[in-house]
């Protein structure tokens, strides 16, 4: 570590600083000698797991998920089992003793016992590397032995994800208990100058980190004032405590939809005059966002303004996986760099802000990274910052001998050590294993691969990428019916992004502004009104109209489907690519007003406003798909490789279709089935769900909008019994696509079986209800099953054909697995669908609401009530059609509520012995439209695949949210006949094949043949 600067007087401050990195960042590395850290050293067995796992990808993977697991394993039978289903699958290549004692000595070998007890011990030795004790009383005997090392500390709380409000206040107690233990034991520690004094002053010697989501269930970017406030009003009494103490509190980053949250309960809270002139506050920022260099820009300018310096941890960030497969999946923008070694150069950057900035900021650099923390360490040095000016920090249990080389530097070194049980903590220990592993990992390159030093301590080379910015997504114009280009699913708006909160808040307000228009019948092109209204209301506030409708009857049904018949001929001529451009261009004029049809939803159906926004995008998708799907369709395919024949084979609209949509998808499931048959040459008379007749007007117009000629949709509100009912027994129609109850489809599909004066049998598409279970396995992660059957029941009140409605789960999980669901349901919001804050919004209608309510009363007849939400004092606002979630216990199989479809948010807990009983229970209905299993067992997974037989079965992830083409949808048993809406086969139910064959041969001579099969 050069102190003298003439050398460098000549050369410009980068050059000369790169010089005094690689000058520190070797002096490091000399101090590290070849010292490795206990986990990756040679002489233990877990080093040699490590090794192995680090061998061969798949190993390390089965390796990741045999750890996660490990913790819900009760007996060493079930640890034998889970270890040959992990490591004996095909592919995985086992270290040869266990291989042996897998597979060679047979299913029920001695050996496996042995193998469980030793992996055990080695699992909860690896995890005790890592974590420091139970809690502050076991803990504080491991902090000692820190300080006597020369380490200072700053404490976690480990635990399982908190889903409810009892579980949040548990974890705050758990800080509470940090606060009240420590700090009197701390004030009898020796003292320890490096670590308990800064430039600035003396530092608490007890340092507590806190992560925000551990305090609120149900934060929520969407919700983003209202979880704002929840955090701040459990934070409170924990800062105020610390404060009193005289301790450190540090705000953890976790995943990038909470940071800005995050930023924002820290900023705020300091802000109020009891913190203003807190000192011993810290937050973090993580290097691996691309807009990080903002972040850490506005929270400097921000601890100028409000007067007192705050600690910064500059980190790269724990959840890079995590980000990249996420935004992957939604199609949003990748928020963290692609490249790690633009992490690095970002690092480095950063550093540099922040120690150019040390009149308003502490800065801590928590790395493991060799070079990264001698560029922090040689800038200061190169600012004149002193070394107390500053702190490294490191993980409890990672990269010692790099700690002891900080030590022998005399910097102050803090170690973020985890308190908590073992087995929870084992969440924790997969996190640090996949660090520790990861190929890039600069403690595997350095103590494993033994990459030179070298390239160790070379600069990161940016890539070409580095300078991006974090990026919006484009604009999409209309697809190109001559290159469409690949499908991809609409991106689901997220609303961790500020402008996309802000553009829903203003499209509820314009939307809300417009409400009660008047929306005529569309027949023929015309504008047609007769006299009966129907009037649509919101589900939340029924007082409020949000459009009144013409009701058509039987009279106005016979000129729809008239006019559909006379548009018929003409549109099922015009070409495929035309038809397909039609709806394109509906899906780019859905795409500009997306935020104003989702309010409209939320308005008129009742939907929250992700869910509303998540129907929208699915009806773009099927725009989408179906457009390409049909443009597949219309490709020729012959077959000529015969000679003396021609064959060719096409499709051909069926006529006129009737699509009969359900209100509970308004948008989505209406444009499919429309779409489909109009992209296919059919002409189509719409008849919309009663309670949400606007939102089909609207997609009408939409369609007009797009170019589709007069006659060729017709639009007619009316009621079932009138309209619907001629409709289905018109003999001019050839086609029915319907979508709702099992009572009404049968119906239909009885009236259209004799068919007087027709000549064709008539086709028809019925999509009905579900009874869908989730089972939940004796090894399933609790915290995936809780939170996936709470969304999966009562998300839209429940109201969805693919919602969960019995959840089964197997006898040794059922208690912890009742308790936390319990608790987690009751700390859902229910409330009006337009409050960011709401989970379960009102249901439909009234009507809705007393069937509901019925089924609930037969519950309590027929098994234990575990929750009953009851009406808030006062009851529900503004007489909206609300029923609270209901979760009923002990349910035999064969109960009503265990059989009939409620369509509330109504579930039946069923306990199975075993996992086989657990699938003869899922099965013993007449639907089977969508399943779930949640297992951390390979062989319960592949079982379930092969004979849990339903339309879409769902496995460790919920049952609702299918998206199109990924997940096409659909079941069958009472849920339905026909294929599956949004897959490759759909629109093939809206035509008829025809073969037309000549016969080219003329006396004698045939032009050649050739193989032109597609
Ligand atoms: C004391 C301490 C506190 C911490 N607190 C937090 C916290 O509050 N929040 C948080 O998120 N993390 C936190 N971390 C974890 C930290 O973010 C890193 O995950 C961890 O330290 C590994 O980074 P490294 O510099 O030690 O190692 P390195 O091996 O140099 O870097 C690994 C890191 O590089 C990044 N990376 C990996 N691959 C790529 C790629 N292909 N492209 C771009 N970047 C990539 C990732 O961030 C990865 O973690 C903390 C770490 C420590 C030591």
Redesign the pocket.
């Known amino acids: 570590m050069s102190d003298e600067p003439d050398h460098i007087a000549d050369v410009s401050f980068d050059e000369a600083l790169e010089e005094q990195i690689q000058t520190t960042a070797r002096r490091l590395f000399a101090l590290i000698r070849d010292d490795k850290p206990a986990l990756l050293s040679q002489e233990r067995l877990q080093a040699e797991v490590m090794d192995w796992a680090m061998s061969d990808e798949r190993l390390k993977v089965e390796m990741l998920r045999f750890v996660d697991v490990f913790p819900t394993l009760r007996s060493g039978g079930d640890i034998a089992r889970h270890l040959r289903e992990y490591f004996a699958q095909e592919g995985v290549a086992p270290p040869p003793a266990l291989r042996w004692a897998l597979t060679a000595a047979g299913p029920h070998s001695p050996l496996l016992p042995i193998a469980a007890t030793t992996i055990r011990r080695q699992i909860l030795g690896m995890a005790r590397r890592f974590i420091v004790g139970r809690d502050a009383g076991a803990a504080v005997h491991a902090l000692e032995r820190l300080r006597d090392e020369g380490m200072g500390f700053?404490l976690d709380v480990l635990g399982e994800a908190s889903v409810s409000a009892s579980e949040a206040t548990a974890y705050q107690e758990r800080y509470f208990d940090l606060l009240d233990v420590l700090p009197a034991q701390a004030a009898a520690w020796p003292p320890l100058r490096v670590v308990d004094d800064a430039a600035w002053g003396p530092l608490p010697r007890v340092n507590v980190?806190i992560k925000v989501t551990s305090l609120y269930s149900q934060i929520d970017a969407l919700d983003y004032d209202g979880s704002v406030s929840a955090v701040k009003q459990a934070l409170r009494p924990v800062f105020r405590k610390a404060r009193d103490v005289g301790a450190f509190l540090n705000l953890?980053?976790?995943q990038f939809r909470f940071r800005d949250l995050t930023y924002t309960v820290f900023t705020q809270l300091l802000d109020e005059d009891e913190f203003r002139e807190f000192e011993d506050a810290g937050i973090?920022v993580?290097a691996?966002l691309r807009d990080s260099e903002r972040d850490l820009r506005t929270l400097i300018d921000w601890t100028r303004a409000h007067g007192t310096p705050i600690a910064i941890?500059l980190?790269?960030?724990?959840?890079?996986d995590y980000e990249t497969v996420l935004a992957r999946q939604e199609g949003w923008p990748i928020p963290?760099?692609?490249?790690?070694s633009?992490?690095?150069a970002n690092?480095e950057r950063l550093a540099r802000v922040m120690l150019e900035s040390t009149d308003a900021v502490r800065p801590a650099f928590?790395?493991?990274?060799v070079r990264?923390l001698a560029a922090a360490v040689a800038t200061a040095q190169h600012l004149g910052i002193p070394t107390d000016g500053f702190e490294i920090?490191?993980?409890h249990g990672?990269?010692d001998p790099i700690k002891s080389a900080f030590s022998q530097l005399g910097i102050r070194l803090?170690?973020?050590t985890p308190v908590g049980e073992l087995i929870p903590g084992m969440a924790y220990l997969v996190r640090r294993l996949l660090?520790n592993t990861?190929n890039?990992?600069?403690?595997r390159r350095t103590f494993v691969d033994n990459v030179d030093v070298d390239q160790l301590v070379a600069a990161p080379a940016p890539s070409s990428d580095f300078a991006t910015p974090d990026e919006r997504l484009p604009r999409v114009r209309a697809t190109d019916p001559d290159s469409p280009g690949r499908f991809r699913n609409q991106p689901h708006a997220d609303f961790a992004r500020e402008e996309n909160r802000r553009t829903a808040a203003a499209a509820l307000e314009l939307v809300r502004a417009r409400l009660g228009g008047r929306h005529p019948l569309m027949i023929g092109g015309k504008k047609v009104s007769t006299g009966e209204t129907i009037v649509s209301t919101n589900p939340a506030r029924p007082a409020e109209i949000v459009g009144v409708l013409d009701c058509g009857g039987a009279a106005e049904a016979e000129a729809a489907v008239a006019a559909a018949r006379a548009a018929f001929p003409a549109w099922r001529d015009v070409p495929a690519q035309e038809r397909a451009a039609v709806l394109f261009r509906g899906a780019e004029i859905m795409r500009r007003e997306l935020a104003e049809l989702a309010a409209l939803e939320t308005f008129e159906a009742g939907k929250p406003l992700r869910e509303a926004d998540a129907d929208v995008g699915e009806a773009i998708d099927f725009l989408e798909y179906y457009g390409r799907e049909a443009l597949r369709l219309a490709q020729p395919r012959r077959f000529d490789h015969v000679p003396g024949e021609t064959n060719e084979y096409s499709y051909e609209p069926r006529g006129v279709a009737v699509v009969l949509a359900p209100w509970n998808f308004p948008l989505a499931i209406l444009t499919g089935m429309a779409s489909a048959a109009l992209v296919t040459g059919n002409t189509v008379v719409v008849k919309p769900a009663g309670p949400t007749p606007v939102l089909a007007a609207r997609l009408v117009r939409i369609l007009d909008e797009a170019g589709v000629p007069p006659g060729t949709v017709n639009f007619l509100p009316g009621r079932g019994d009138a309209a619907g009912e001629a409709l289905v027994c018109h003999p001019d129609v050839d086609l029915i696509a319907f979508t709702g109850s099992k009572e009404i489809g049968l119906h239909i599909i009885r009236r259209t079986a004799s068919h007087p004066g027709r000549a064709w049998v008539k086709h028809v598409i019925a999509e009905m209800g579900g009874k869908n279970a989730i089972i939940v396995d004796g090894d399933a992660d609790l915290d995936v099953a809780v939170l996936e059957t709470v969304s999966s029941a009562f998300g839209y009140a429940g109201q969805k054909c693919s919602a969960c409605s019995r959840v089964i789960v197997v006898e040794s999980a059922r208690d912890e697995f009742v308790a936390r669901l319990v608790e987690a349901t009751r700390s859902l919001v229910v409330g009006p669908p337009d409050d960011p804050a709401t989970r379960v919004p009102p249901v439909i209608t009234s009507a809705a609401r007393d069937s509901i309510e019925s089924y609930i009363e037969q519950g309590r007849r027929e098994a234990a009530v575990a929750l009953a939400t009851p009406a808030p004092p006062g009851g529900w606002p503004d007489g909206g059609h609300y029923v609270g979630p209901h979760i009923f216990v002990d349910v035999d199989p064969r109960a009503v509520i265990a059989q009939e479809e409620i369509f509330g948010p109504v579930l039946a807990v069923i306990a199975a012995r075993d996992f086989g009983r657990a699938l003869d229970i899922a099965q013993d209905s007449d639907y089977a439209l969508t399943g779930g299993l949640i297992s951390r067992s390979p062989a319960n997974i592949a079982r379930a695949r092969r004979e849990f037989r339903v339309g879409n079965l769902y496995i460790n992830r919920g049952t609702t949210g299918a998206m199109v083409e990924r997940q096409a949808f659909g079941g069958f048993k009472m849920s339905g006949l026909g294929s599956k809406a949004g897959g490759p086969d759909y629109l093939l139910q809206f035509v008829t094949p025809r073969v037309v064959t000549e016969n080219t041969l003329r006396r004698g001579f045939a032009p050649p043949a050739h193989d032109n099969r597609p």
């Open positions: 700053t980190s953890d980053l976790e973090v993580q691996y941890r980190v790269k960030g724990a959840y890079w963290v760099y692609a490249d790690k633009d992490t690095d690092y928590a790395s493991h990274n990264s920090q490191m993980l990672m990269g803090r170690e973020y660090e990861a890039e990992s600069f403690l």
